[in-house]
């Protein structure tokens, strides 16, 4: 049975590599299995290379008699390829690297099959079926601020990197919904609402504010201090009245982050500490049974090798804790969800505990030793989001700023500078407003995401984009694709390896590839753009380098898309 992941051939780097496992068979029978090494190259002696003559060399210097180096083995590896269209020429240089000039015919041929067939057919190939990832997750009754917006929109474009690679993705919101600062936020909203199941958003208003004067009713006096321990007691019992008070506080929470990912458009699916709960005894019990869970100062641990301070699963109190909630979780998605990877996404100030609860999970048996097969946990850390005293952006006990209120800064101050522009008089209302929208959250978004990649970006895409939509409408599916100039082949092959660069960001769990790339193919499109020899309207190569152009708007906008960044086509 067909299915719709068999239709896709994969990148070209991936079809390179099978001719050459091809090659391999024959060259070298006795080593099975070796896997290619193929890279994009953009030398002057080709497109791609192979490189596995010196390793294939030392392999089999001794047994066999039949080479006298690695470049002899290039040339066998070179010769014993199978006849492909995909392949102009080939060459062997130095220590046996194999170069591999693609032909200008099938490159044509293959990005107009791709405008035919569109650009889902160029998904990379990925070795799982199910991923998830766990992105967003912030804590319940506080807010939800800008070091979670990185988490957001990180794990969101991975996301979408994975979904276009055909593999499922379980978008999980693993909210901290569940712990011992909900004694202290039900006592106090017993204490200011009688009728607490009318306790509204509008009548709590701001939750963080609510934290805050909880936290300090909670710190101030002793006898609600311990109302609110006996409340977490009562909660974890399961008692009614604190259940429906804890999920009345969770319910406002839960509107408060919609409100965000509506905003950003962003889906994620709630599964919190809280959902986990029931699976913690089960799973403390297991990894008792195999040995793993030792006693340390009244406490149950786990120990991990090169790290002095143990893993806690049972604090000594009885109570389960961050780590426990881990397992379980990790748990549940291996076994419940057939998860084959778990991809998490937090600042880097949490990268021990990802470490060390995954280094439990491989002790357990649960993940394979090594982190080249799967299944397999990966933890994302990106850097500290911090306040203007340099200090970690905190929510508890301090003010912070509010992502919400960041996004409609954003968006007014972009509004403001349409308006002086004089689009108040040119466009309707509803273009102003998402406008101002896209241009708002885009700046937020694009600033985030490209932190690291700097800002010089963004105004070339746009000039492209433009440059792109008034070409585009004059083009149309006929005719045939030439990529007769250098620029034209240039431009050909940098779109033909965008599956290619999918894959690696996919694999290396790093968005910022497609940044490079996107950025990179905005220079070469203009190149080739500006150049008079590749003039596009008006020239006798007008069809062609029309449909080149509209293969670039195809790419382009797919980056944009998997980035969840929303183009301007108007400024
Ligand atoms: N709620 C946590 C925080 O705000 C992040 C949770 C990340 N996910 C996880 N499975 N630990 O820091």
């Excluded at 399961?238 to 406002?252: L, N, P, S, T, V």
């Excluded at 910022?512 to 596009?536: A, G, Q, R, T």
Aim: hydrophobic share 40%; aromatic share 10%.
């Amino acid at each position: 049975m067909a299915t719709e992941h068999d239709e896709c051939i994969g990148s070209v780097k991936g079809q390179l590599a099978k001719l050459f496992e091809v090659s391999f068979k024959v060259t070298v029978p006795n080593e099975p299995d070796v896997e290619p090494l193929v890279a994009a190259c953009n030398g002057k002696f080709g497109d791609y290379q192979c490189n596995n003559a010196m390793g294939l060399w030392s392999k089999i210097k001794g047994k066999s008699t039949q080479f006298r180096g690695p470049p002899a083995v290039g040339e066998a590896i070179k010769n014993n390829l199978p006849t492909s269209e995909m392949i102009e020429s080939c060459s062997v240089a130095g220590p046996g690297f194999v170069n591999i000039v693609l032909s200008k015919n099938w490159m044509a041929k293959s990005i107009q099959k791709m405008l035919v067939e569109g650009i889902d057919k160029w998904a990379p190939l990925m070795p799982v079926k199910t991923a998830v990832v766990d992105f967003s997750s912030p804590n319940i009754a506080k807010e939800m601020h800008v070091g979670h917006l990185r988490s957001t929109i990180i794990g969101d474009t991975l996301a979408r990197m994975l979904e276009f690679s055909k593999v499922k993705v379980l978008r999980r919101n693993h909210v901290g919904d569940w712990g011992t600062q909900f004694g202290m936020l039900i006592e106090f909203l017993f204490e200011k609402f009688q009728n607490f199941e009318y306790a509204t958003e509008t009548a709590i208003g701001d939750l963080q504010a609510f934290y805050k004067a909880s936290k300090q009713r909670f710190d101030a006096d002793p006898a609600f201090k311990k109302r609110a321990q006996q409340a977490v007691v009562c909660l974890q019992g399961g008692e009614d009245k604190y259940r429906r008070a804890w999920a009345q506080i969770r319910e406002i929470s839960r509107n408060e982050f919609h409100k965000v990912y509506q905003r950003l458009g962003v889906h994620l699916e709630e599964k919190g500490d809280s959902f986990y709960n029931p699976y913690i005894p089960g799973v403390v019990e297991s990894l008792t049974k195999q040995g793993l869970v030792e006693e340390s100062k009244g406490a149950r641990v786990i120990f991990i090798e090169g790290i002095n301070k143990p893993l806690i699963v049972v604090k000594s109190d009885g109570g389960f804790n961050y780590a426990s909630t881990d397992l379980a979780a990790l748990w549940y998605r291996l076994n419940e969800e057939k998860a084959q990877w778990i991809i998490y996404l937090t600042d880097v100030g949490q990268q021990q505990h990802f470490d060390m609860f995954f280094k439990a999970a491989k002790r357990a048996g649960w993940l394979p030793p090594g982190d080249s097969s799967y299944p397999k946990a990966s933890h994302v850390g990106f850097g500290l989001v911090l306040g203007e005293d340099g200090k970690r952006f905190r929510t508890r006990n301090t003010e912070v700023v509010r992502l919400v209120d960041l996004l409609d800064e954003a968006k007014s101050r972009s509004k403001a500078a349409l308006i002086e522009r004089g689009k108040g008089e040119e466009w309707t209302e509803e273009e102003i407003e998402s406008t101002a929208e896209a241009v708002g959250y885009g700046a937020v978004v694009t600033v985030l995401k490209f932190m690291d990649f700097g800002y010089r970006a963004t105004p070339l895409f746009i000039c492209c984009m433009l440059m792109l939509e008034s070409v585009q409408s004059s083009g149309g599916l006929k005719g045939t694709l030439v990529l007769g100039h250098k620029d034209e082949r240039d431009l050909g092959l940098h779109l033909l390896q965008f599956a290619e660069v999918v894959e690696e960001a996919c694999t290396n769990l790093l968005p910022n590839v497609l940044c490079d790339y996107l950025y990179n193919l905005s220079e070469i499109f203009s190149k080739f753009y500006s150049n008079p020899e590749c003039k596009v309207i008006g020239s006798d190569m007008e069809t062609s380098r029309l449909l080149l152009c509209e293969a670039t708007a195809v790419v382009m906008r797919k980056c944009f898309d998997l980035l969840g960044i929303t183009p301007i086509y108007k400024i």
